[in-house]
Structures are given as structure tokens and as C-alpha cells.
């Protein structure tokens, strides 16, 4: 029995791999290498020193993922591979509700007709749009601003109608925060194309001498500081809420959303901060003008997962900083 992980070879998807793997599970891993590089992939055995089946697939080629359930085992699935570029979505709306919907449909289409049915599906917090109270629980009002959030949200709909309409489903819809850091080996890491849109691999490349400085998306916020407040979680902490999620959804069914984040709310300027001080490094910095769509404050109530997945995040801030410097210093880029 195996579990496959949809985006193995992605940011979230290998750290979770590793984990997988050292809690002994057997994978199999499909990617299209879209947003990532067949490194990781090596970097990924080369941590765990573990051995795993690898397709390089599309999931929208729906005779090779049902090859994929045909040649394996498959008890569950975690599902990570999508388009995830918020600005991008909004010029190629298209591009994102094709990518990231119909695949999932395939995806699904596939595990029915295979009687998988447990699935943990990588959902966001953008699906609590402009939220109504922080910290945010997970029966709050969903709304979204941009395509990208909507396939989110649309996929969440769809997990929940097909759980309604056959009670043996098992989904976990997991909603992240703002995932940083990066393992602690810096042989995997998020490695985003071209200049990237989030804060801390913008703070890593300016901290590298790569970029010249940040601009801070305003300060008039209506926060502690004035600039935007978030709950930043480490990758690997993450990583761990995945294993937990899978371990409940292979013991019981039907369908629950869990906020993965600490909790913890930090300003632009308290993480330029923690930076400027595990590196060493002085992060140079412009305020500019607010980003469109940008919220003030968001952070999770992270009760639910803390109950029922018996998950908590522990790293630090500033152990989120130093892990990021490292895969950045490190200057393996994969
Ligand atoms: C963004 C996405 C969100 C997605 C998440 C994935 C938007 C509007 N939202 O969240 O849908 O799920 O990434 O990780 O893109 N900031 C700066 N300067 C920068 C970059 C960011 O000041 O160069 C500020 C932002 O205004 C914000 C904070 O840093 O207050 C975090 O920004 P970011 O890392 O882009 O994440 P989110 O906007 O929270």
C-alpha cells in the first residue's frame, strides 16, 4: 500500500515526502516538474535514504495518472499539485481554473473508480478572503479576491459534494498560512522563478545581494506596526500537519477543513527583523504603496488541528528565518 503524493517534487510536497518517508510510509510520486526541478526528487531520497517510484506526469493526461493507480497500490493521496501564483492568475484566469480544477476532477474521477477515497488536499487561507475576526476559525465566511484562491475554494466545494454524495470519502482540506523556511539540511527549499511576489524569499534575495531592497507593501495599516501582519509557519512543521491529517483520514471518513498555521501573528518589520538577526545580514528596505488585494491582519485559531489532528507547530520565527537563510546561503539552488 502506497500513498500518492500529486506535486511531490513542489515546495510543500518534498518536505512532506521526507516525513512520509521517515514515518515509514512507501510513496509514489507524480509531478510535472511545472514549478519545480528533477533535483529535488534525488534531494528527496539523498535526506531520507529512501527509494521511491517517480512519474513525471501531467495530471491533466488522465491515461497516464490512471496508469499511475493501474501499476500501484494506492490507499490515499495527497494532493498538492496545482498553479499557486496569486498575480498570475489574475492575467491567465483561464490557464488557472483549467490547471488546478480539472485535474483534481481527473484525479478524482480516477481514485473512485479505483476505490481510493482518502484524500488531503492543499487548500489555503486565502479561502477566508478578507477575514471577518483573527484569529480566523475554520467556520468562518469563505470568500476570495483573485482566480487562483477561487480554484481553491472551488476545489474545497467540490471535495465536500463528493463526500456528501458517497459517505466512504475521507478529506482533509488543509489550509495554510504562509509557509516559509526550508529544510534543515538547505538541500530543499522554496525556489520561486524569476523575482518572487512573497516576503521571505524577497527578504533572502535581498539579504544575498541579489535584489537591492524590499519595498513594504504599507505601513498605515491598521495593525502594531503598520505593516501587514501574517502567520508564518516552517515548512517542516507543515509537513508534520500533512502526516497527522493522513493518519486520521485513514481511520475515519468524511469531509473537515483544518487551519494550518502557529497561530501567531508577525508584522513585515518584526520578520525583517528576526532576518536582519539570524543572518547578520541588514535588509535594506522602501515603503511603497499598499499591494492590491492585500489584507492587514490574518492569522489562524489553530484549536481544530490541535484537537483532532493532535498537530501543533513548534519552530520559531526566528528558526524559520535561519532555515531560510541557510538553503538560501547554501546557494543550491534546485
Ligand atoms: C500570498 C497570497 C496568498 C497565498 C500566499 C502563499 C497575495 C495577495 N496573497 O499571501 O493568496 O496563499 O501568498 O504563501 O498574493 N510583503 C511586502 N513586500 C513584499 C512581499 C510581501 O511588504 O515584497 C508583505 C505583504 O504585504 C504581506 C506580507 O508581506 O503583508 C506577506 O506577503 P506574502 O508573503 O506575499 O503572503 P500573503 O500576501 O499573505
Redesign the pocket.
Known sequence: MAILVTGGAGYIGSHTCINLLNAGYEIVVVDNFSNSKPEVIERIKQISRKNFLFYQVDLLDEVAVENIFRENDISAVIHFAGF?A??ESVNIPLSYYHNNITSTLILCEIMKKYGVKKMVFSS???VYGDPEKCPIPENSTLSTT?P??STKLMIEQILRDLGRSDHDWSIALLR?F??IGAHESGLIGEDPHGIP????P?ISKVAAGDLPF?????DDYDTKDG??V?DYIHVVDLSMGHIRALEKILTTKGVEAYNLGTGKGYS?LEVIKAFEKVSGQRIHFKVSSR?P??IAT?YADIRKAKNELNWQASKTIEDMCQDTWNFSINNIKV
Open positions: 499557486k496569486v498575480g489555503s487561507a486565502t483573485n487562483y484562491g495554510y504562509n509557509p511576489n512573497n516576503l521571505l524577497y524590499l519595498n513594504i507593501f504599507g505593516t501587514g501574517r513585515v499591494r488585494g492585500d490574518c
